[in-house]
């Protein structure tokens, strides 16, 4: 005797070797026996053999229509025999009677099952539904066999065009159009970055990676909506000329100087903070914009502005303008450049010139203003002004030894970025000229001046601390922002509240509004503040802040490792010397390109070396190379940058930074970390990374 039975989900057929109860002993055709309970027998036949039973059962399963059945099988529960009878008009034979049950089983969108060989027909109009989802998928799946044939050949489906960015940012991954790329990357073995940029889904490697910025932080563009630009506020003009030095590139002017010779001898010296403040309004239209920006974003040749352009023209500092402005006065003693006294105003200030680096920095040099060489404009201003910032860095490099801080450091060296028509300029700019440091200094100065003035009328603002914390020294050294006073070791004051950019930061824009209320209101502005005493919208604003600073800063710095991979690429460079910072981590020297080496031989920091370009990948901004020659001796470096931190191990980077305490550098910080590795206000250098020097 032979059965024809069900084990866990599949039919088999055998001839029985014994039988125990309601157990039988059954041999399988390859020879394996197995116990097979009676509960799970469906048939009992003595011919044909079990294989041969099998086979007739699949043709006969396969032969049987669908449709005729289930108007034969009508709606009520069945046992598959007894359909038999029906479908074929007599007893059905083992083979027939097998093959039926294979093609009920195999057909759930039919019948339904309902119990060991037992059917029943599925609803009409679920059975409807059923097929056309059937259909329905089988027509996605021609469509989808037709998109990753086009992506083969290296054609783009219409249909992908619309959606190339969210396939590879944010992918549907159960649509076709998903399943299609996925399908076709896994053929053609290549990622999905690099086969929509080899069909024309995505113009370029550049595109890529700011196509991904802005589908993250911009997911509704980058246009500002129109809105009303408040009106420039009526001020009392000031007495003075200012002038502002900026980068060649820079467009939102936020700062500028002005220097006059008192009748007593002594040297008054105005800082002006451009002053959107004064039109908008905490809530308006044009802060809330601001708040969801948070800042400005740069990157090399072009920049997302945190305020729209228009309110910008307003209230940039442009040369021949009387610009409305939050206006910080020194009166100095010019014998020791000590200061004497310190006023703030919100005033109207001309602006007689925008200086720009690229047109001084060969003049204003150390030499030359120790000589009195050369003619540029402010000559008389900027020598004068560069004997108040000597004395500023001076007396912060005194109070930074007070707090058990190394003295900064000064050899690093910046690079300045231009890109005009996809070519790219990478300029190398030695820390620490005449300009940058007296850009800094004030900078500072004014920074830590309006801290110590919020901090003075109970207003509270937003400020950078460093050291005091808890834990290890580099969590003690860790920069925070805070919403009072507190010291800033590294770059040794007592206070430092971010306020002189404020059309670029929405930090600055805060403490404009708090200092404007200390101006207006003394003693009585924590009552009429715009932001008072523990307003958690404060705190907010600092969370906020803070990450998007980081995502702005982390884009920026992937935006410059592409165009030093553009570089190499112009340059057709191949063999280059680069500088080893730590371990198995270089830098180039020519440009600010950090380069792995794993399995590097050990060389100490500031080694110079000589590298041999394999190859690198503008798509995932890697590098490969091989170490060529040693060329140097070792050369003392500062401390390593944020941008070469992010190459080093975790446990390297709090080790680096704890060394001397300094905090790692933000790009759009760069003039005042042009004197100071810890903090700094972007007065104009747009796309700056630092590095150390060689």
């Keep these: 005797m032979n059965l024809f039975f069900e084990e866990s989900g599949d039919f088999k057929a055998g001839a029985v070797l014994s039988q125990q109860g309601e157990a039988y002993q059954v041999e399988m055709q390859s020879g394996k026996r197995t116990k097979v309970k009676a509960k799970d027998v469906l048939l009992q036949f003595t011919s044909p053999a079990p294989a041969e039973l099998l086979a007739d059962a699949r043709q006969v399963a396969e032969e049987i229509e669908l449709d005729f059945l289930w108007e034969v099988a009508?709606?009520?529960?069945?046992?598959?025999?007894?359909?038999?009878?029906?479908?074929?008009?007599?007893?059905?034979?083992?083979?027939?009677?097998?093959?039926?049950?294979?093609?009920?089983?195999?057909?759930?969108?039919?019948?339904?099952?309902?119990?060991?060989?037992?059917?029943?027909?599925?609803?009409?109009?679920?059975?409807?539904?059923?097929?056309?989802?059937?259909?329905?998928?089988?027509?996605?799946?021609?469509?989808q066999a037709q998109y990753v044939a086009e992506l083969k050949e290296h054609r783009l489906p219409e249909a992908l065009r619309p959606m190339a960015l969210q396939l590879l940012f944010k992918p549907d991954k159960n649509g076709i159009e998903y399943k299609a790329l996925e399908s076709a990357c896994n053929e053609l073995q290549t990622t999905p970055q690099n086969l929509l940029l080899a069909v024309g889904a995505i113009a370029s490697p550049h595109q890529l990676h700011l196509s991904r910025f802005l589908f993250d932080q911009f997911p509704k563009g980058v246009g500002f909506p129109i809105v009303a630009i408040p009106p420039t506020p009526k001020l009392p003009v000031a007495g003075v000329q200012a002038f502002s030095i900026d980068d060649v590139t820079t467009t939102e002017i936020d700062d500028a100087f002005s220097v006059v010779r008192l009748a007593d001898g002594n040297v008054r010296v105005g800082i002006h903070i451009?002053?959107?403040?004064?039109?908008i309004q905490r809530g308006d239209a044009i802060d809330n914009m601001a708040k969801q920006r948070m800042s400005t974003v740069y990157m090399p040749g072009d920049k997302i502005t945190m305020l729209p352009d228009a309110l910008v023209e307003s209230f940039t500092l442009a040369e021949g303008k009387t610009c409305p402005a939050v206006s910080l006065y020194a009166t100095l003693n010019p014998e020791d450049w000590s200061v004497i006294s310190t006023e703030t105003k919100a005033e109207a200030v001309p602006i007689a010139n925008n200086l720009r680096h690229n047109d001084l920095d060969e003049l204003v040099t150390e030499e030359?203003?120790?000589?009195?060489?050369?003619?540029?404009?402010?000559?008389?201003?900027i020598a004068l002004l560069w004997q108040w910032a000597l004395v500023l860095e001076k007396g912060r490099m005194a109070k930074r030894e007070g707090f058990g801080l190394k003295p900064?450091?000064?050899?690093?060296?910046?690079?300045?970025?231009?890109?005009?028509?996809?070519?790219?300029?990478?300029?190398?700019?030695?820390?620490?000229?005449p300009l940058d440091k007296i850009v800094a200094e004030l900078m500072i100065f004014a920074n830590s001046s309006w801290g110590k003035l919020m901090h003075e009328h109970g207003v509270p603002g937003i400020y950078r601390a460093q050291g005091g914390g808890s834990g290890g020294w580099a969590a003690k050294m860790q920069?925070?922002?805070?919403?009072?006073?507190?010291?800033?070791?590294?770059?040794?004051?007592?206070?430092y509240a971010w306020s002189t950019s404020p059309l670029r930061r929405y930090t600055d824009l805060v403490n404009q509004w708090q200092i404007l209320s200390c101006v207006e209101h003394g003693v009585t502005a924590p009552l009429v503040a715009t932001f008072k005493p523990r307003d958690a919208d404060l705190?907010?604003?600092?969370?906020?802040?803070?990450?998007?600073?980081?995502?702005?800063?982390?884009?920026?710095?992937?935006?410059?490792?592409?165009?030093?991979?553009?570089?190499?690429?112009?340059?057709?460079?191949?063999q280059v010397e680069a500088v080893v910072l730590k371990d198995e981590v270089l830098r180039l020297v020519e440009i600010p390109l950090i380069v792995r080496l794993p399995g590097m031989q050990q060389l100490a920091r500031g080694t110079?070396?000589?590298?041999?370009?394999?190859?690198?990948?503008?798509?995932?901004?890697?590098?490969?190379?091989?170490?060529?020659?040693?060329?140097?001796?070792?050369?003392?470096?500062?401390?390593?940058?944020?941008?070469?931190?992010?190459?080093?191990?975790?446990?390297?980077?709090?080790?680096?930074?704890?060394?001397?305490?300094?905090?790692?550098?933000?790009?759009?910080?760069?003039?005042?970390?042009?004197?100071?590795?810890?903090?700094?206000?972007?007065?104009?250098?747009?796309?700056?990374?630092?590095?150390?020097?060689?």
């Design 74 to 143: 009508g709606q009520e529960e069945f046992a598959f025999a007894d359909l038999g009878t029906e479908y074929f008009g007599r007893a059905p034979r083992p083979a027939e009677a097998a093959g039926l049950l294979l093609r009920l089983h195999n057909s759930p969108i039919y019948f339904y099952k309902k119990g060991k060989g037992r059917y029943k027909a599925a609803p009409e109009a679920s059975l409807k539904a059923a097929l056309a989802g059937v259909e329905k998928k089988r027509q996605q799946a021609l469509i």
């Design 274 to 279: 451009a002053a959107p403040a004064l039109g």
């Design 368 to 381: 030359n203003l120790a000589s009195n060489a050369g003619d540029y404009p402010r000559k008389e201003e």
């Design 408 to 433: 900064e450091q000064n050899n690093r060296v910046d690079f300045n970025f231009y890109v005009e028509d996809d070519v790219v300029s990478i300029v190398r700019r030695k820390r620490g000229a």
């Design 479 to 495: 920069v925070r922002m805070v919403t009072h006073a507190a010291p800033h070791q590294g770059l040794g004051v007592d206070q």
């Design 539 to 574: 705190f907010a604003i600092v969370s906020g802040f803070d990450a998007a600073y980081s995502a702005y800063g982390d884009f920026q710095s992937n935006m410059e490792r592409y165009w030093c991979l553009r570089w190499l690429k112009q340059h057709e460079a191949r």
């Design 608 to 694: 110079h070396v000589k590298l041999d370009l394999l190859r690198w990948n503008e798509v995932d901004l890697t590098v490969e190379a091989r170490l060529l020659e040693v060329t140097s001796a070792t050369e003392t470096l500062d401390e390593p940058t944020e941008e070469e931190l992010r190459e080093e191990l975790e446990a390297a980077q709090e080790e680096a930074i704890a060394e001397d305490g300094q905090e790692p550098i933000s790009a759009d910080e760069s003039d005042e970390t042009n004197i100071s590795a810890a903090e700094g206000e972007d007065a104009g250098t747009d796309a700056i990374v630092a590095a150390p020097a060689e």
